[in-house]
């Protein structure tokens, strides 16, 4: 294959060629913006921040590690020193961190280049990537449709073959969801596996960086890269994290729960069919379905939301224009300062989040409402518990519907919300969730699953992923090979 | 509706923002449907249920030790939209003291 | 009517571990502005706090010192409130589950032994600083400078248990001595390492229910805490006294110009929406951890002036002085170790005292120069009474200028005590013949005017006699004489 094709390789195909000297560091990097981007980004729209010139100092750098001359596109809210980091908002408009997020100095020590950073709803709150400073990311299957969000420039980027690999950031779905809706691999891992130093927070108590691959076996290189304890995040879990060398284990004489409870109504028919379907792909290959009944997901949005908005009402606090990003320029004092300088800096879906946080925690309502959100975490928690106490994993679906189109749900805020029921309990739970893409519906459009699996069950998920992506390959072409990578249509 | 005008207001003074009048009814609204859908959570039994802890590890503290995240000054006013002289300017603090 | 204050106290303490509550950025006082910052304590997006162990260990040792009950488990709060200082616009303190609880200060006031109740202790972190708005061209503005962001502080609450402004300076003074003592602070107000606010009420002398409380804040000298408190008091006094409320509020004692002025602020600023930090797990504080630090605390201020008043037989006020620094209370132990305890705590009040008063010496630097073992030496010959008294303090000025003990000091300032019978008994017999009165009383049974006898034995050798010899000869002498009767 020519150094040319080489966006085409899986991340590990490409670190092996270069570490091979048989591509050359610039190719590896290059590659993606000369092909695909030249033909997708200008629609698409998945970067929000590039520079060549960073790209040649960066290949330059690189180094012979397990990611040696991999591109990562890194979401906007990842703090990375050669590159601006404004979580796609205007009120951090030009901003560029004085360090790397951990997760950022761990690709770069893997020999792994960053290659941009990509689109994102404002600070992370939204499902669609429409509430970006910078305009939205289409979805590369269909332009007039969303890529889902928060997450949707790394998402669509990976899809469309810009990078094997891309970070995103999961509150509530925001890695899972887009990468269901751009037909890419995407973890969001156990809470404490991956860094938060350097992740801009949303919600910190659920926030986790998550990983977009094209296979799992990059999601599974990736992750061992990536996971681990960081003496700069005190949420990070002591000792090594669960070890991926194995992953490939198939699933011979597992358990997957089935709460079909959960999409007997208000989901997409092709979603309950891509569930069915990868059971039955799960069954073939030795795992035996468990039918179980689960909490129904309205508990976990209305808890999620009340959490999230808390915690992101008080860290979004510290976007005031006095040390970085955006300052009004008219203001008298210093408290019109603050006023102005986030009324104006701030787009609406975050301020009404922040609104919303800001009562829920505020004197004669914290009982009422946070303090009972957070028993209710509790509740949702002991819920995942005792399903893993029958089953090794769960298989759910990552969205209730497959993408939907631009500006269809932007002025429903509920709606919107509805639109991460499925997703959001892993991050109020803290385990680890993993989307697996299926094929494409009649429509054209991506139709994935999603894996649900107790803490530190990554391995697990893979395997069980690895199997639903082998056998896709009856309906869909070579997923692990990339030289026959279907490129989605242009319409 | 549990959100009126004034309890928009009050929250939006507490988080430094500003809802232009027009908006304030139809924030009120936004922000009073959410709250009706996270009412849900009143029919789940918990009672007997603490809050949910954050990060239960057992997480060393930090060694008293000075690390190399320092930022020199000039790095660490890079950013700011004003500063001078090594400190960073704000328009004046008032305090409101009336003797 | 007559009116009765209470009073509660909030402290802070600034702690001199070496780096920050949650970063590993120095502590230190006087670095250039925005110097000693990081992405941490400038509150940079996507920076983490990570709670720094010496902070927290300064919090249990002073939890354990108040008996405070320390909690295995407790959880750290966001207390958000926008001020640009503050470089998240929240702090992490804590709030629901604090680190101590409950203990209690013993302190003197007035000689008498008090003991007031507190609420809690936690660890938190300071604010940077901002600074009174100036000119900047064609309008005003305030600087800001971080280097003080994220400085571990304890906060100290007591219960409301106060009455007198003077109960709260004694409060104050044995506070800070405590914290010393510990170790943990340099504790001195004026720089800003202890500071205090106050809350204060009156209500009907005798009644029950309190009244509405002022705070008052920026009270940064004990001084100043007593002399605002009591403007306070007899403000509320003058409107209660005229049939006025008292209007919650908060309020800025000016030291300079000893008055208060009343900041005006609208009542949803208080409304500090705590939740708990989600960044920081809940800290754990274990048996291991707790056992450790009792080993580790030292003997108690008060517990030590209590046992070197029986153990010593020193009066209460000795006890108290000697015990206001704990080096002071170690200099003296090993002192009173080796010589007579009431005459070392006398060198010690007086003389030492006086030296570290006049030259503005620490123990520490006294120390250097004079070291127990060589204050003990001299000390040692005055007890045995080798050395006259006033011979003695000038042989303790040396000291303090030059090395050397005190033969040595003696021998290069040429003075020789007369000790041997030689050379007394001359003087002796001499001071017999001239004193025939005091002797015949003497030979009467009034075995006093011995001691005039000395003096005179003294005074005739130039102050130069050793006191024990000369008081052995006159003995030795007057025996004769009656036997020769």
């Known amino acids: ?491 | ?99 | 009517m007559a009116y009765e204050a209470v009073i509660g106290l909030e402290c802070h303490i600034q702690l001199g571990t070496r780096s920050k509550m949650f970063c590993g950025c120095p502590a230190e006082f006087g670095a250039e502005p925005n110097s000693n910052v990081c992405p941490v304590c400038l509150g940079l997006p996507g920076a983490l706090p990570r709670a720094n162990r010496a902070a927290i260990d300064a919090a249990i040792r002073l939890g354990l010192a108040l008996g405070s009950e320390i909690r295995g488990e407790s959880v750290f709060a966001r207390k958000n409130y926008f001020y640009p200082d503050m470089p998240k616009n929240y702090q992490i303190t804590q709030y629901e589950r604090p680190l101590c609880e409950g203990g209690a200060l013993p302190v003197t006031v007035d000689g008498e032994e008090r003991s007031f109740a507190l609420v809690r202790v936690h660890a938190e972190e300071d604010t940077g600083k901002s600074f009174h708005p100036e000119r900047h061209g064609d309008r005003r503005v305030s600087r800001v400078d971080f280097n003080r962001a994220g400085v571990p502080l304890l906060e100290l609450v007591t219960r409301p248990v106060f009455r007198a402004p003077v109960e709260c300076g004694a409060f104050l003074t044995a506070l800070r001595r405590l914290v010393r003592w510990l170790g943990i602070s340099g504790g001195d107000m004026e720089k800003g390492q202890l500071r205090c606010d106050a809350n204060v009420s009156l209500r009907p002398a005798g009644s029950e229910p309190l009244g509405t409380k002022t705070e008052i804040k920026n009270l940064n000298s004990i001084g100043g805490v007593m002399k605002g408190l009591a403007a306070e008091i007899e403000r509320q006094r003058r409107v209660l006294e005229q049939g006025g409320a008292i209007e919650q509020a908060t309020l800025l004692y000016d030291a300079d110009r000893e008055v208060l002025a009343v900041m005006r602020s609208k009542e949803s600023a208080h409304d500090y929406r705590y939740f708990p930090e989600p960044d920081l797990p809940v800290l754990v504080v274990d048996e291991a951890w707790l056992a450790e630090a009792r080993r580790r605390l030292p003997e108690l201020p008060w517990t030590r002036a209590a046992r070197f008043a029986s153990e010593y037989g020193l009066p209460p006020y000795d006890a108290g002085v000697l015990t206001e620094q704990r080096d002071l209370a170690d200099y003296y132990e090993a002192c009173a170790r080796e010589v007579d305890e009431k005459l070392a705590s006398n060198w010690l009040m007086t003389e030492v005292l006086r030296v570290l008063k006049d030259r503005g010496w620490t123990l520490a630097e006294w120390s250097e120069r004079v070291p127990p073992g060589r204050l003990v030496e001299l000390l040692k010959k005055v007890a045995a009474k080798e050395l006259p008294g006033p011979l003695a303090k000038q042989v303790f000025g040396w000291m303090v200028e030059e090395p050397g003990g005190t033969g040595e000091l003696l021998d290069r300032h040429g003075v020789r005590v007369q000790a041997t019978p030689e050379e007394l008994r001359p003087l002796v017999r001499a001071v017999l013949a001239e004193n025939p009165g005091p002797v015949r009383q003497y030979l009467g049974g009034k075995s006093a005017t011995l001691g005039f006898l000395v003096g005179q034995v003294m005074k005739k050798s130039g102050g130069q006699a050793a006191p024990q010899v000369v008081q052995e000869l006159l003995r030795e002498e007057l025996e004769g004489a009656r036997r020769g009767c």
């Open chain 1, 1 to 491: 294959m020519s150094a040319a094709e080489a966006w085409r390789l899986s991340a590990a195909s490409l670190a092996d060629g270069v570490r091979a000297g048989s591509i050359g560091y610039q190719e590896a990097i290059e590659s993606g913006w000369e092909g695909p981007a030249a033909r997708w980004e200008p629609d698409v729209h998945a970067v929000v921040h590039a520079d060549p010139e960073v790209r040649r100092r960066g290949a330059a750098g690189s180094n012979g590690g397990p990611l040696a001359g991999v591109p990562v596109l890194v979401k906007d809210n990842l703090c990375t020193m050669d590159y601006p980091t404004t979580c796609g908002s205007r009120i951090l408009g030009g901003y560029r961190p004085p360090y790397d997020a951990t997760v950022v100095a761990r690709l770069r020590e893997a020999g792994a280049v960053i290659t941009g950073k990509g689109n994102m709803d404002e600070f992370a709150m939204g499902s669609s990537t429409e509430y970006s400073c910078y305009g939205p990311t289409r979805n590369p299957y269909d332009l007039e449709r969303v890529p889902g969000g928060s997450s949707g420039g790394p998402a669509a980027a990976v899809a469309y073959g810009l990078c094997p690999i891309g970070l995103g950031s999961d509150t509530g779905g925001s890695v899972r969801q887009p990468a269901a809706f751009c037909g890419v691999f995407g973890l969001k891992p156990t809470y404490g596996r991956l860094s938060r130093y350097g992740l801009v927070a949303f919600g910190s108590s659920l926030d986790q960086v998550g990983i977009f691959a094209r296979h799992a076996g990059d999601v599974a290189l990736a992750y061992a890269a990536l996971a681990g304890p960081d003496p700069f995040d005190a949420t990070t879990r002591l000792g090594p994290a669960p070890g991926v060398s194995d992953w490939d284990r198939g699933v011979r004489g597992l358990t997957f729960g089935w709460p079909a409870n959960l999409w007997k109504e208000g989901v997409d028919p092709e979603v309950v069919g891509a569930l069915e379907q990868a059971a039955a792909c799960l069954e073939r290959c030795g795992a035996r379905r468990s039918p179980l009944d689960f909490l129904p997901g309205e508990y976990a949005v209305a808890t999620y939301y009340l959490v999230a908005t808390a915690e992101a009402s008080s860290n979004l606090a510290r976007f005031d224009g006095v040390r970085y990003g955006f300052r009004h320029p008219e203001s008298d004092d210093v408290r019109a300062l603050y006023t102005r300088t986030r009324s104006a800096g701030f787009g609406p879906e975050v301020q009404r989040r922040i609104l919303l946080g800001t009562y829920a925690l505020s004197a004669g309502y914290y009982d009422a409402y946070y303090l009972t959100a957070q028993r209710a975490r509790t509740r949702i928690r002991r819920e995942y518990e005792a399903a893993f106490a029958r089953c090794d994993f769960m298989l759910m679906p990552a969205a209730p519907s497959l993408p939907f189109r631009l500006g269809e749900k932007t002025d429903d805020p509920l709606e919107m919300y509805l639109s991460d029921i499925f997703t959001l309990g892993a991050n109020l739970a803290g385990i680890p969730g993993l989307t697996v893409p299926l094929d494409l519906s009649a429509a054209g459009l991506p139709r994935a699953v999603q894996l649900l699996g107790p803490e530190d069950s990554e391995p697990l998920l893979l395997g069980a992923a690895r199997v639903i992506e082998v056998r896709g390959e009856e309906t869909r072409l070579g997923r692990d090979h990339l030289t026959e990578f279907a490129w989605p249509t242009k319409r």
């Open chain 2, 1 to 99: 509706m549990p959100i009126d005008r004034a309890e928009v207001e009050r929250i939006a003074e507490l988080a430094r923002l500003e809802i232009p009048p027009e908006a304030i009814e139809r924030t009120a609204a936004q922000l009073s449907e959410v709250l009706d859908f996270v009412a849900s959570l009143s029919r789940l039994e918990l009672d007997r249920l603490g809050p949910t802890q954050f990060a239960p590890v057992e997480a060393p503290l930090r060694e008293d030790e000075l690390d190399s995240r320092r930022l020199a000054p000039e790095t660490a006013l890079a950013a700011a939209p004003e500063a001078e002289g090594g400190f960073f300017l704000v328009p004046p603090i008032v305090e409101n003291v009336s003797p």
